[in-house]
């Protein structure tokens, strides 16, 4: 018998195969006995799973021939070639692209009912199907209205082309038989099509144009006809979803994603893939939207996204069917499995392309293969994927419904579970089999679901806090907002609600606030305000916050950085509160913002870096070379300052990283202005000496640049001398330096010190140069300036050159009792120009350590204690104690005093004021600035009197050092 009663719903299934059986008498007579009944029980499984293939059959008999196995499956090709298509009508073409589409479920529904092809197999087979309807009904609706409008032309005359792009379970190649197809259109460029109607020119703009394209296309595939339909169409995940145009041009459809792009959208363009249209145009298309897919990490707040929306897809589906499991939906359903694989894939796919995949199965398999997942996670779940979505595919070809749920009916039941192949020979018995497994498998999937996505970053952000209340309720007055920000410092409620409100407040073309941007702001309420109040003025932090945040293109990425990474909030946190300066930078050049955040992720302190190099490539990219100075400058000042405020760096890195960066930025501009000038860098022979602290490498955020500019014999120029051109070459770049700009400027220069000062070009030749110091009696005060000259720009041979002038300079230069006293004297009238407690100027400032270092180095050199000329004062002192130059007392004074004035220094500068040279007299600022330098109120005194009082101890002591080595005079 070809049938019995373990199959589904044995009678009816017996009566559609005899009446099929009738209808092919002749070709069943043809078959050979021994293979007539195989061939019919094959027709019968055919038969018992799905009544709409039922009907399929006894619609097209050419199809007869191939279900009894006696001829090879019709060839439909043809009924969607492009040729036969063309021309035709909308009915005939639906028509053609209909019988195309039964015939090939036909095909692949009896290959699947006979279980010989798994899954894999099926779901390819089928999205293929779709792949061909959807390219042909695309060329037909393209055609179409081209013959209405003519061409989508561009500006330039180019063709505007279009790609479809198929997402969900169409992108991933895993279509079901009944499943939406998830279509995005997408054009080339802007554009217009014309056509002369009658002397009557109708003109229609890209956008239309394709419009009307979708339009016809979503008719002809999903239209109910008389032969029904092929596919309904979805396009709600186009940019900007049910409100964006039908088609969006590339470029705007990129911008959308980086600029509004939500988590689901990255989730939902994990499978997209190119299936109509401009291939070309797809690729580029799916290349330029890779980096808002795969991030270089997933925050905290995304990974809240995605739990949320697989909740609420589970909630939705209880609510729907609470008596029926879903398979798709429903706990561990096929979604569980999809939303680890795409998870994982989201999470790790930025730093590790190869587990990219469109597929859920072949992403596992990568997963597993990179140890992501165990092999035996990824067996659950392979397995259970492939058991659910073969129950859903019975449930959905017996009427090619779109049905995820599990049968209520008892009988219907029974029918899944025989269709599922379950051949106990009592239908109880089959059921509870299907059952069982099911059970099995949904426990599986959910198992490793739990432990793979949605059991980790657990989210505690729902905990009660009632400073939450500032944003969530909308009535609150200001005397309770007063409460609640009493404990935190803060002194003006007002200002502060004000203040928040514009915090959670997205602006763009117009003012809005955004749910899950005002969400993570709630959450990060009381650590940010827990932060602010350790603060000596809360408000004034809360405020430069604002500020910051306005500066923000996207307010909710920016927020979900912060709810991952604390320290993150901290150090924003510290610009605003601390650092007035690094805040008025943020403020002021709003587009640096995401990349100093991009910085702060990712750049290693390990890695060597060549920022001349990454000077070039931002000019290289910018609008205006000139600009990219501007940029790189302050964004690596940002980043350098952050370090600095946060303690990741001490003061000599600091004073390093920032002499590293003038030097890159100098460099750069020599050579930029040079090409402007029409000479080729690599024939300057040019060499700049840097001096004063540049020269000794401890640039501080305020210093300026002091330089001397020195030539060789050959002009790049050959209408004018050496002299002139390299004169005319540095004029040009200290402008470039100094020029006040909308972009700020670079760095204040100082040439003064070079030889004879104003008297001579500003820049002279090296043989003038060693002359002046060899013959014409160069005073003490230069060498003094010159032991800190260090070349940061120039050939090598010249500066070899050079430099050993210079050591050998200092080596013949003698310390005696009358140098001393005309240091001393020197030092002395710089003393008197200081106002305050100038920690510079004043007595025992940082001039008396740097004046007693570089005297005693000469010293040293000259005298063989110490085997080279040093520039930077750190490195000085430690050779004068190992050389006991300075006795131990002496030296472990002045190392501590050194570190201890300059932190001060960069506090000051950082906290506040470039322009900060003594210790504020004002007691709220100095309070700041102390804090900042880690004093603390006591019972001893306040932070501010404290810091006042080390700072008199250290200056007074260090002075009497000074004293010891340069006596005054009697």
């Given at each position: 018998?070809?049938?019995?009663?373990?199959?589904?719903?044995?009678e009816l299934t017996s009566a559609n195969v005899l009446k099929f059986a009738e209808a092919c008498?002749?070709?069943?007579?043809?078959?050979?006995?021994?293979?007539?009944?195989?061939?019919?029980?094959?027709?019968?499984?055919?038969?018992?799973?799905?009544?709409?293939?039922?009907?399929?059959?006894?619609?097209?008999?050419?199809?007869?021939?191939?279900?009894?196995?006696?001829?090879?499956?019709?060839?439909?090709?043809?009924?969607?070639?492009?040729?036969?298509?063309?021309?035709?009508?909308?009915?005939?073409?639906?028509?053609?692209?209909?019988?195309?589409?039964?015939?090939?479920?036909?095909?692949?529904?009896?290959?699947?009912?006979?279980?010989?092809?798994?899954?894999?197999?099926?779901?390819?087979?089928?999205?293929?199907?779709?792949?061909?309807?959807?390219?042909?009904?695309?060329?037909?609706?393209?055609?179409?209205?081209?013959?209405?409008?003519?061409?989508?032309?561009?500006?330039?005359?180019?063709?505007?082309?279009?790609?479809?792009?198929?997402?969900?379970?169409?992108?991933?190649?895993?279509?079901?038989?009944?499943?939406?197809?998830?279509?995005?259109?997408?054009?080339?460029?802007?554009?217009?099509?014309?056509?002369?109607?009658?002397?009557?020119?109708?003109?229609?703009?890209?956008?239309?144009?394709?419009?009307?394209?979708?339009?016809?296309?979503?008719?002809?595939?999903?239209?109910?006809?008389?032969?029904?339909?092929?596919?309904?169409?979805?396009?709600?995940?186009?940019?900007?979803?049910?409100?964006?145009?039908?088609?969006?041009?590339?470029?705007?459809?990129?911008?959308?994603?980086?600029?509004?792009?939500?988590?689901?959208?990255?989730?939902?363009?994990?499978?997209?893939?190119?299936?109509?249209?401009?291939?070309?145009?797809?690729?580029?298309?799916?290349?330029?939207?890779?980096?808002?897919?795969?991030?270089?990490?997933?925050?905290?707040?995304?990974?809240?996204?995605?739990?949320?929306?697989?909740?609420?897809?589970?909630?939705?589906?209880?609510?729907?069917?609470?008596?029926?499991?879903?398979?798709?939906?429903?706990?561990?359903?096929?979604?569980?499995?999809?939303?680890?694989?795409?998870?994982?894939?989201?999470?790790?796919?930025?730093?590790?392309?190869?587990?990219?995949?469109?597929?859920?199965?072949?992403?596992?398999?990568?997963?597993?293969?990179?140890?992501?997942?165990?092999?035996?996670?990824?067996?659950?779940?392979?397995?259970?994927?492939?058991?659910?979505?073969?129950?859903?595919?019975?449930?959905?070809?017996?009427?090619?419904?779109?049905?995820?749920?599990?049968?209520?009916?008892?009988?219907?039941?029974?029918?899944?579970?025989?269709?599922?192949?379950?051949?106990?020979?009592?239908?109880?018995?089959?059921?509870?089999?299907?059952?069982?497994?099911?059970?099995?498998?949904?426990?599986?999937?959910?198992?490793?679901?739990?432990?793979?996505?949605?059991?980790?970053?657990?989210?505690?952000?729902?905990?009660?806090?009632?400073?939450?209340?500032?944003?969530?309720?909308?009535?609150?007055?200001?005397?309770?907002?007063?409460?609640?920000?009493?404990?935190?410092?803060?002194?003006?409620?007002?200002?502060?609600?004000?203040?928040?409100?514009?915090?959670?407040?997205?602006?763009?073309?117009?003012?809005?606030?955004?749910?899950?941007?005002?969400?993570?702001?709630?959450?990060?309420?009381?650590?940010?305000?827990?932060?602010?109040?350790?603060?000596?003025?809360?408000?004034?932090?809360?405020?430069?916050?604002?500020?910051?945040?306005?500066?923000?293109?996207?307010?909710?990425?920016?927020?979900?950085?912060?709810?991952?990474?604390?320290?993150?909030?901290?150090?924003?946190?510290?610009?605003?509160?601390?650092?007035?300066?690094?805040?008025?930078?943020?403020?002021?050049?709003?587009?640096?913002?995401?990349?100093?955040?991009?910085?702060?992720?990712?750049?290693?302190?390990?890695?060597?870096?060549?920022?001349?190099?990454?000077?070039?490539?931002?000019?290289?990219?910018?609008?205006?070379?000139?600009?990219?100075?501007?940029?790189?400058?302050?964004?690596?000042?940002?980043?350098?300052?952050?370090?600095?405020?946060?303690?990741?760096?001490?003061?000599?890195?600091?004073?390093?990283?920032?002499?590293?960066?003038?030097?890159?930025?100098?460099?750069?501009?020599?050579?930029?202005?040079?090409?402007?000038?029409?000479?080729?860098?690599?024939?300057?022979?040019?060499?700049?000496?840097?001096?004063?602290?540049?020269?000794?490498?401890?640039?501080?955020?305020?210093?300026?640049?002091?330089?001397?500019?020195?030539?060789?014999?050959?002009?790049?120029?050959?209408?004018?001398?050496?002299?002139?051109?390299?004169?005319?070459?540095?004029?040009?770049?200290?402008?470039?330096?100094?020029?006040?700009?909308?972009?700020?400027?670079?760095?204040?220069?100082?040439?003064?010190?070079?030889?004879?000062?104003?008297?001579?070009?500003?820049?002279?030749?090296?043989?003038?140069?060693?002359?002046?110091?060899?013959?014409?009696?160069?005073?003490?005060?230069?060498?003094?300036?010159?032991?800190?000259?260090?070349?940061?720009?120039?050939?090598?041979?010249?500066?070899?050159?050079?430099?050993?002038?210079?050591?050998?300079?200092?080596?013949?230069?003698?310390?005696?009792?009358?140098?001393?006293?005309?240091?001393?004297?020197?030092?002395?009238?710089?003393?008197?120009?200081?106002?305050?407690?100038?920690?510079?100027?004043?007595?025992?400032?940082?001039?008396?350590?740097?004046?007693?270092?570089?005297?005693?180095?000469?010293?040293?050199?000259?005298?063989?204690?110490?085997?080279?000329?040093?520039?930077?004062?750190?490195?000085?002192?430690?050779?004068?104690?190992?050389?006991?130059?300075?006795?131990?007392?002496?030296?472990?004074?002045?190392?501590?005093?050194?570190?201890?004035?300059?932190?001060?220094?960069?506090?000051?500068?950082?906290?506040?004021?470039?322009?900060?040279k003594s210790i504020p007299e004002d007691e709220i600022e100095g309070a700041q600035l102390a804090?900042?330098?880690?004093?603390?109120?006591?019972?001893?005194?306040?932070?501010?009197?404290?810091?006042?009082?080390?700072?008199?101890?250290?200056?007074?002591?260090?002075?009497?050092?000074?004293?010891?080595?340069?006596?005054?005079?009697?």
């Open positions: 018998m070809f049938f019995d009663s373990t199959f589904a719903r044995p008498a002749d070709t069943i007579e043809a078959i050979p006995e021994d293979a007539r009944e195989a061939r019919l029980a094959k027709v019968a499984k055919l038969f018992a799973g799905s009544f709409y293939l039922v009907d399929v059959a006894f619609r097209f008999p050419e199809c007869h021939g191939f279900l009894l196995g006696v001829a090879e499956s019709p060839d439909v090709g043809s009924l969607i070639a492009r040729d036969s298509l063309r021309g035709l009508s909308i009915p005939d073409a639906q028509r053609s692209l209909r019988k195309f589409r039964a015939l090939e479920y036909l095909r692949i529904g009896m290959l699947d009912l006979a279980e010989e092809r798994e899954l894999e197999v099926v779901a390819t087979g089928i999205s293929e199907v779709a792949d061909r309807v959807v390219e042909a009904a695309f060329d037909l609706a393209l055609e179409k209205i081209r013959s209405q409008f003519g061409a989508c032309r561009d500006s330039a005359g180019n063709e505007v082309t279009a790609s479809v792009l198929a997402l969900g379970k169409l992108g991933g190649s895993e279509l079901n038989y009944s499943s939406d197809v998830d279509l995005v259109f997408v054009h080339s460029s802007h554009g217009f099509a014309e056509k002369d109607d009658g002397g009557r020119i109708r003109k229609i703009d890209a956008e239309r144009y394709f419009a009307r394209v979708v339009e016809l296309f979503v008719k002809v595939v999903s239209e109910v006809t008389e032969d029904g339909f092929c596919f309904r169409v979805d396009t709600r995940l186009r940019p900007g979803g049910n409100q964006g145009a039908a088609s969006c041009a590339l470029a705007p459809a990129l911008s959308y994603f980086f600029d509004s792009g939500a988590t689901w959208e990255r989730q939902a363009y994990l499978k997209c893939r190119c299936v109509a249209g401009d291939l070309e145009l797809g690729a580029k298309f799916l290349s330029g939207i890779e980096k808002f897919v795969y991030r270089k990490y997933l925050t905290l707040g995304e990974i809240q996204e995605i739990k949320s929306l697989k909740l609420r897809m589970e909630r939705q589906s209880e609510r729907e069917s609470p008596n029926s499991f879903e398979f798709k939906a429903g706990t561990g359903g096929i979604r569980d499995i999809e939303y680890v694989v795409q998870f994982l894939q989201l999470f790790l796919g930025g730093k590790t392309p190869e587990i990219r995949s469109r597929s859920t199965l072949e992403g596992l398999g990568k997963l597993c293969a990179l140890g992501f997942v165990s092999e035996e996670e990824a067996r659950i779940l392979g397995e259970s994927y492939r058991f659910l979505r073969k129950a859903e595919h019975r449930v959905m070809l017996v009427h090619l419904h779109k049905a995820h749920h599990m049968p209520k009916d008892r009988t219907e039941q029974i029918a899944l579970a025989r269709r599922m192949g379950y051949r106990q020979n009592e239908d109880e018995a089959a059921l509870a089999a299907f059952l069982r497994d099911l059970e099995k498998h949904r426990e599986g999937a959910r198992g490793i679901h739990l432990r793979k996505f949605a059991n980790l970053f657990p989210d505690d952000r729902d905990a009660p806090d009632r400073i939450a209340a500032l944003l969530l309720d909308p009535d609150i007055t200001e005397e309770e907002a007063a409460k609640l920000l009493a404990p935190y410092g803060v002194k003006d409620p007002r200002a502060a609600m004000t203040n928040l409100r514009s915090i959670a407040t997205q602006r763009g073309l117009f003012a809005y606030t955004n749910a899950r941007t005002e969400g993570l702001l709630v959450s990060l309420l009381p650590s940010l305000f827990r932060r602010l109040a350790e603060t000596p003025d809360p408000d004034r932090g809360l405020s430069n916050f604002e500020r910051i945040t306005m500066s923000c293109g996207a307010k909710m990425t920016f927020f979900e950085l912060m709810s991952e990474n604390p320290d993150t909030l901290e150090l924003f946190l510290d610009i605003s509160s601390w650092s007035q300066f690094l805040a008025d930078i943020l403020t002021s050049f709003p587009g640096l913002i995401d990349e100093f955040v991009d910085l702060l992720m990712t750049r290693s302190q390990a890695q060597r870096r060549d920022m001349r190099a990454e000077l070039r490539a931002r000019m290289e990219f910018a609008p205006e070379a000139k600009f990219a100075f501007y940029d790189y400058k302050n964004l690596e000042t940002l980043y350098i300052g952050a370090r600095d405020i946060s303690r990741k760096s001490n003061v000599r890195n600091t004073l390093t990283e920032l002499s590293n960066l003038a030097t890159g930025v100098l460099a750069e501009s020599i050579e930029f202005v040079s090409r402007q000038l029409g000479a080729d860098p690599a024939e300057l022979e040019l060499v700049v000496l840097a001096l004063g602290k540049f020269g000794g490498r401890e640039l501080s955020y305020a210093s300026d640049l002091d330089l001397m500019f020195l030539h060789g014999p050959g002009s790049p120029d050959e209408e004018s001398s050496a002299s002139e051109f390299y004169t005319r070459l540095m004029k040009l770049v200290l402008a470039h330096l100094s020029e006040q700009t909308e972009h700020g400027f670079l760095y204040k220069v100082d040439a003064r010190l070079r030889p004879m000062g104003g008297h001579n070009p500003l820049a002279v030749s090296i043989p003038y140069f060693e002359n002046y110091f060899a013959e014409q009696g160069a005073e003490l005060w230069e060498k003094l300036a010159l032991s800190r000259a260090f070349v940061v720009y120039g050939p090598p041979s010249l500066s070899k050159r050079v430099d050993e002038f210079i050591d050998d300079t200092l080596k013949a230069t003698r310390i005696d009792a009358g140098a001393l006293a005309e240091i001393r004297a020197m030092r002395i009238r710089l003393q008197e120009t200081a106002r305050g407690s100038d920690i510079k100027l004043a007595a025992g400032g940082l001039l008396d350590i740097e004046f007693l270092a570089q005297t005693l180095m000469i010293r040293g050199v000259n005298e063989g204690a110490i085997a080279r000329r040093l520039t930077n004062t750190i490195d000085t002192l430690d050779a004068l104690g190992d050389s006991m130059l300075l006795s131990k007392e002496h030296f472990d004074h002045l190392r501590t005093a050194y570190g201890f004035l300059r932190f001060l220094e960069l506090r000051m500068q950082i906290v506040a004021r470039a322009e900060w804090k900042r330098l880690g004093y603390q109120d006591t019972d001893e005194g306040t932070a501010f009197a404290l810091l006042v009082e080390e700072c008199r101890y250290v200056m007074s002591k260090t002075r009497k050092v000074f004293d010891a080595h340069f006596p005054r005079s009697e």
